[in-house]
């Protein structure tokens, strides 16, 4: 595959990706319960909210890049590798796991895109995915931190 469709593919499938993590992250923001129920909700809205603005970032740039953004919820699920959340009733400590995979999940496909676009000289694009990245392992820290899990 030529580098300009690897990376238009790969683009698209981050775009999905990581609209199913938004979709999954705002339906725990509703769903949760527990004592700990304030703060996990509203560290889920943190969480929802900068999946949510990337969405856009994301379909911009496919359009900057002269592809389609898919429109289709079917087509997203599709074209997507992360897990949907089916069920209800799990604890947040379960949710902050699922969601902390998820993270580790959108951080390996954004550092393969980052490192495609950098070899293929697309600053712009690399930029973002930069910017992603940072925001995804503070917000992922922020998860393990809340199960106790951030240290190895
Ligand atoms: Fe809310």
């Known amino acids: 595959m030529q580098s300009k469709n690897k990376i238009e593919a ?3 499938g981050l775009f999905c990706d990581n609209f199913v993590v938004y979709y999954k992250s705002h339906g ?3 769903n949760v319960e ?23 970032v994301f379909g911009e740039q496919l359009r900057q890049m ?5 429109t289709s919820l079917k087509s997203i699920l599709t074209g997507s590798s992360i897990k949907e959340c089916t069920e209800l ?8 796991l699922e969601l902390s995979q998820d993270f ?3 951080m390996g496909s954004a550092q393969e895109l980052y490192d495609e676009a950098d070899m293929n000289a ?9 910017d992603y990245l940072k925001a995804l392992s503070k917000l992922n820290w922020k998860l393990k931190a809340s199960i106790g899990k951030s240290f190895k």
Do not use: R
């Open 10 to 12: 790969k683009l698209v």
């Open 28 to 30: 725990y923001h509703f």
């Open 34 to 56: 527990g004592n700990t129920f304030a703060q996990d909700h509203a560290l889920l809205e943190e969480i929802y909210d900068f999946l949510w603005e990337q969405h856009d």
């Open 66 to 70: 002269d592809k389609p953004a898919p």
């Open 89 to 96: 009733g799990e604890s947040s400590k379960i949710m902050f």
């Open 104 to 106: 580790e999940s959108l």
């Open 122 to 130: 697309c600053g712009g694009l690399a930029t973002m995915l930069g």
